[in-house]
């Protein structure tokens, strides 16, 4: 069995990242780990300008620390009428220790005058794989859609209650993990990260 750990607290990703992974067909199955199990880590301050460098470092760090095999994402919302923002600084948008809550409130105040047609947006998820001796790889996932005007649903976490898939007309809110873990830029990038996977334990 693959042993490997989620370099992340965040509860959300915990529980997207473990549903997503444990449906895969990985021959001889994951034991995953988190970073509760190791409350010694000293927390890693993600200062990169880009998803790939915060998830990068986050993964290495955890690798060494640990010494296994660890699986680290950065992930957030580029809004195009905002140049891209809130991007990297997507969990800290409001400022530091914000709330979901706060963050969507900034996020809609900025877009109060944005018509609907210019409201356009990703989620992206890049994950890194940080390996035994210092080599990693990453995979990139992305989700496109529109930043509704009001908060709706009460499921998933961060921005889902005002991201709109236009495919559903509904928020990932709304649509709940079992068609979010699917269609949402975590799963495509887990999806691709099954494949690296499935490389290393065919090497051995």
């Known amino acids: 069995m693959l042993k490997l750990i989620l370099a992340t607290k965040n509860q959300g990703k915990i529980e997207e990242m473990r549903t997503i992974l444990k449906e895969s067909d990985i021959r001889g199955g994951l034991e995953i780990h988190t970073l509760f199990c190791y409350p010694d880590i000293p927390d890693i301050t993600e200062d990169g300008t880009t998803f790939e ?45 914000a709330t979901d809550s706060e963050n969507i409130k900034k996020l809609l105040g900025l877009l109060s005058d944005v018509p609907s047609e210019k409201r356009t947006a990703r989620f992206v998820c890049v994950i890194a794989l940080a390996l035994a001796g210092g080599e990693i790889r990453t995979v990139r996932g992305e989700c496109s859609g ?29 649509l709940g993990g079992d068609i979010k873990n699917k269609i949402s830029h975590r799963a495509i990038a887990l999806n691709r990260l099954r494949s690296l996977l499935k490389d290393i334990i065919h090497q051995d």
């Open 53 to 97: 460098e915060n998830a990068k470092k986050k993964a290495l760090t955890v690798s060494k620390f640990t010494g296994l095999i660890a699986i680290a994402d950065d992930s957030g919302l580029e809004v195009d009428a905002l140049a891209g923002a809130p991007g990297v600084y997507s969990a800290r948008f409001a400022g530091e220790g």
């Open 146 to 174: 529109i930043i509704g005007t009001r908060e709706r649903g009460t499921s998933g976490f961060g921005y889902d209650p005002v991201f709109v898939v236009p495919e559903y007309g509904e928020t990932f809110a709304e």
